[in-house]
T-cell receptor, first 113, second 111 residues
Framework: DTEVTQTPKHLVMGMTNKKSLKCEQH?????MYWYKQKAKKPPELMFV???????INESVPSRFSPECPNSSLLNLHLHALQPEDSALYLC????????????FGSGTRLTVV | ELKVEQNPLFLSMQEGKNYTIYCNYS?????LYWYRQDPGKSLESLFV?????AVKQEGRLMASLDTKARLSTLHITAAVHDLSATYFC???????????FGSGTKLNVKP
């Protein structure tokens, strides 16, 4: 299995909702990442987990809460989002000190209304 | 803070032509990656360049890395419409698995 699977593919949520994005990989990768990508912009790093521990938080607002319950799963919990948080959210994984770059998931297209 | 600059940002070219996309970065690194992204889709890994002078080729695309000049190029030979996409370079300076992405080059190949 050489894929990173993200669910759901599309999500529309209100500003008072709580939702979660899920990411799963079975490649034995021990580093996992959340990126946010706005239209026509490069991906922006949000969080890095290394060996299931949060190693980088790029000053992301607390309405985004990551969780890594085990080495194969990564969640992003969403609460009280703003319309400007609408974006493509990409999960990626890699070996911890890999030379081979990331494997990206197909993304979740999030719309906040 | 590492800066990664790509140029051009937009590239419109005819099928059959050649062109080069440039990726400059501001600090020492010997690991550079090229990704392709189709509209609304995820990023697909194209090339991994891990040393000075590295050259990789796949089909009509060829990527190279000059770590002394802090420059990578993505050369397109005899472009075809299917190559239309946005191309990103990304630099890894070994800082806790943190990539720095360039701004992307949107390539449009016209039939």
């Amino acid at each position: 299995d050489t894929e990173v699977t993200q669910t759901p593919k599309h999500l529309v949520m209100g500003m008072t909702n709580k939702k979660s994005l899920k990411c799963e990989q079975h490649m034995g990768h021990r580093a996992m990442y959340w990126y946010k990508q706005k239209a026509k912009k490069p991906p922006e790093l949000m969080f890095v987990y290394s060996y299931e521990k949060l190693s980088i938080n790029e000053s992301v607002p607390s309405r985004f809460s990551p969780e890594c319950p085990n080495s194969s799963l990564l969640n992003l919990h969403l609460h009280a989002l703003q319309p400007e948080d609408s974006a493509l959210y990409l999960c990626a994984s890699s070996q911890v000190e890999s030379n081979y770059g990331y494997t990206f998931g197909s993304g979740t297209r999030l719309t906040v209304v | 803070e590492l800066k990664v600059e790509q140029n051009p940002l937009f590239l419109s070219m005819q099928e059959g032509k050649n062109y080069t996309i440039y990726c400059n970065y501001s600090t020492t690194s010997d690991r550079l990656y090229w990704y392709r992204q189709d509209p609304g889709k995820s990023l697909e890994s194209l090339f991994v360049l891990l040393s000075n002078g590295a050259v990789k080729q796949e089909g009509r695309l060829m990527a190279s890395l000059d770590t002394k000049a802090r420059l990578s190029t993505l050369h397109i030979t005899a472009a075809v419409h299917d190559l239309s996409a946005t191309y990103f370079c990304a630099v890894d300076i070994g800082n806790f698995n943190k990539f720095y992405f360039g701004s992307g080059t949107k390539l449009n190949v016209k039939p």
